[in-house]
């Protein structure tokens, strides 16, 4: 008998449809310098026919990264993108109907999957400042609440919890025995971590991606860390070789040439300054203190600004509506100096 799961039936997901080769694209929190040339050259070198042909083999990635991470391969799951391990954690540790409690707004893929498993997300809403007061999460952290995700940084907000914070919210997790999950896809824009938990507790994840700082996003390769029992678990969703050899390959080699990441950071927070700079010399309020993304405040409609970006200017960027005392504002994506004076240049001229 044919059949359709209804969640999956009823769920509403928007693709994104766009092509972005030839445009500035700002609008999905990617590198838009990517890696130095010179550098992918080299890492090419080295690929053979075989190499393309053969499935790709992880436990020497693995050991690599659990050395980079100061810990073991019992403690990590490589993943095709960190939203895979963000669907597995909900698929291991919640049931259906099962309570899942997150701030909002945030990574959609959240809701995405709580909507697409049955389970019931509940939202912990930001204040009109955006500020995310860590009573109101606590204060939804119920007896029957099985999981808790969080955001160090917060996609799109930007914000970040303090050790107190999260001690406080960790301590109330223990007791109500319920499964934290951190996801930390901007770590490295802001190097303040909870690694450690997720590495020496447990019932704490922390899933990383190496598509934002690493820029690596066309490769998609990501990791789930938690205690070695948690992670086994997390495993047994992963379907057979299902991260890619030449992600892989590029995150080794970046990881092994230290300079090549301090590189990115060093032109991240060049181009980060200098769009805070001028920003506020032009008088323009913003927001996004962590992460390579920031919310502006327009001094005309934001939603046309989008439009004429993308049409007259070549360059993709998004809005937000009801961004608390900023109503609807821009979403722009960080990048190096070079990118961030395109796109200044083009905001003051069509703003106004």
Same mark, same amino acid.
């Given at each position: 008998?044919?059949?359709?799961?209804?969640?999956?039936?009823?769920?509403?997901?928007?693709?994104?449809?766009?092509?972005?080769?030839?445009?500035?694209?700002?609008?999905?929190?990617?590198?838009? /310098?990517?890696?130095? +040339?010179?550098?992918? #050259?080299?890492? !090419?070198?080295?690929?053979?026919?075989?190499?393309?042909?053969?499935?790709?083999?992880?436990?020497?990635?693995?050991?690599?990264?659990?050395?980079?991470?100061? &810990?073991?391969?019992?403690?990590?799951?490589?993943?095709?993108?960190?939203?895979?391990?963000?669907?597995?954690?909900?698929?291991?540790?919640?049931?259906?109907?099962?309570?899942?409690?997150?701030?909002?707004?945030?990574?959609? =893929?959240?809701?995405?999957?709580?909507? =697409?498993?049955?389970?019931?997300?509940?939202?912990?809403?930001?204040?009109?400042?955006? &500020?995310?007061?860590?009573?109101?999460?606590?204060?939804?952290?119920?007896?029957?609440? +099985?999981?808790?995700?969080?955001?160090?940084?917060?996609?799109?907000? /930007?914000?970040?919890?303090?050790?107190?914070?999260?001690?406080?919210?960790?301590?109330?997790?223990?007791?109500?025995?319920?499964?934290?999950?951190?996801?930390?896809?901007?770590?490295?824009?802001?190097?303040?971590?909870?690694?450690?938990?997720?590495?020496?507790?447990?019932?704490?994840?922390?899933?990383?991606?190496?598509?934002?700082?690493?820029?690596?996003?066309?490769?998609?390769?990501?990791?789930?860390?938690?205690?070695?029992?948690?992670?086994?678990?997390?495993?047994?969703?992963? &379907?057979?070789?299902?991260?890619?050899?030449?992600?892989?390959?590029?995150?080794?080699?970046?990881?092994?040439?230290?300079?090549?990441?301090? *590189?990115?950071?060093?032109?991240?927070?060049?181009?980060?300054?200098?769009? &805070?700079?001028?920003?506020?010399?032009?008088?323009?309020?913003?927001?996004?203190?962590?992460?390579?993304?920031?919310?502006?405040?327009?001094?005309?409609?934001?939603?046309?600004?989008?439009?004429?970006?993308?049409?007259?200017?070549?360059?993709?960027?998004? *809005?937000?509506? #009801?961004?608390?005392?900023?109503?609807?504002? !821009?979403?722009?994506?960080?990048?190096?100096?070079?990118? =961030?004076?395109?796109?200044? #240049?083009?905001?003051?001229?069509?703003?106004?």
């Amino acid at each position: 008998m044919y059949y359709l799961n209804p969640r999956i039936e009823n769920l509403y997901r928007i693709f994104d449809q766009n092509e972005r080769k030839d445009f500035l694209r700002l609008d999905l929190n990617e590198n838009p /310098g990517g890696l130095p +040339q010179d550098f992918i #050259n080299d890492v !090419l070198k080295d690929i053979t026919p075989q190499f393309v042909a053969q499935y790709p083999e992880t436990l020497h990635f693995a050991e690599v990264l659990a050395k980079f991470l100061k &810990t073991d391969i019992a403690h990590l799951c490589l993943v095709n993108g960190s939203a895979e391990g963000i669907r597995y954690v909900i698929q291991a540790f919640t049931s259906e109907n099962g309570r899942i409690v997150g701030v909002v707004p945030s990574y959609f =893929m959240f809701q995405v999957y709580s909507e =697409m498993y049955g389970r019931d997300f509940v939202k912990v809403p930001y204040n009109d400042d955006l &500020t995310m007061s860590v009573d109101n999460i606590i204060n939804e952290l119920t007896d029957d609440t +099985q999981l808790l995700i969080l955001l160090n940084p917060n996609n799109p907000m /930007g914000n970040v919890y303090s050790d107190d914070e999260f001690k406080a919210l960790l301590q109330v997790a223990k007791q109500k025995q319920i499964t934290v999950l951190i996801d930390e896809a901007y770590h490295y824009f802001y190097p303040k971590t909870f690694i450690e938990y997720a590495l020496n507790e447990e019932h704490v994840f922390v899933t990383r991606t190496f598509s934002k700082l690493f820029s690596m996003a066309g490769c998609r390769l990501g990791y789930v860390v938690g205690w070695p029992e948690g992670i086994r678990m997390v495993q047994k969703f992963c &379907t057979p070789h299902n991260t890619n050899a030449f992600a892989m390959k590029f995150a080794e080699a970046v990881i092994e040439n230290p300079e090549v990441l301090q *590189s990115l950071i060093d032109k991240f927070n060049e181009g980060r300054k200098y769009l &805070t700079d001028t920003l506020d010399a032009n008088g323009y309020e913003h927001k996004g203190d962590a992460g390579n993304f920031i919310f502006i405040k327009t001094k005309t409609d934001a939603q046309k600004i989008v439009e004429r970006m993308k049409s007259e200017k070549k360059i993709l960027i998004k *809005s937000y509506p #009801n961004v608390g005392n900023f109503g609807t504002c !821009l979403r722009v994506s960080i990048g190096e100096k070079i990118y =961030m004076q395109q796109f200044c #240049n083009a905001l003051f001229e069509l703003d106004k």
